[in-house]
């Protein structure tokens, strides 16, 4: 959804913003984030092990289906007239299912919350990242944004 500033965001609380494309994620991926957060446990890094784990296979971290929260937020949310945006934390993250490497996320956003901070607005979005092959969401999480 395009928005002309921050501001406009204060009239569209509890409005589904839209949703991303399709997202695949693949080993390298995975492998390139366990590398930035030494985060090299088997069920991420291993295919030949996992093969045997408790998914069949290799899983992508859950922080790092979070951190496409900017990505997701980026292809749903457009601020003509913005100064800066920062991402300002997150709220009540949990990932209730594994991404499968190979299977492909997206995200529905909602506009959660919205209010005047100085000059500008702090906007929290509702962020649900489905993945393929399961019915229950990857991650869901609250993340917020001030927009100056």
Known sequence: MNFDSPKDLLYHVG???GRTEWHEIDQ?????????????QWIHTDPERA????FGGTIAHGYLTLALAPMFLYETVTIDNLTAGVNYGLNKVRFPAPVPVGSSVRATVVLAEAKPRG???EATFGLTVEVTGSDRPACVAE????YQ
């Open 15 to 17: 409005e589904t913003l």
């Open 143 to 146: 993340a917020v944004v001030i």
């Open 119 to 121: 000059e500008g607005v």
């Open 28 to 40: 390298a991926q995975v492998n390139q984030f366990a590398d930035a957060t030494r985060d090299h």
């Open 51 to 54: 093969r045997t784990g408790p």
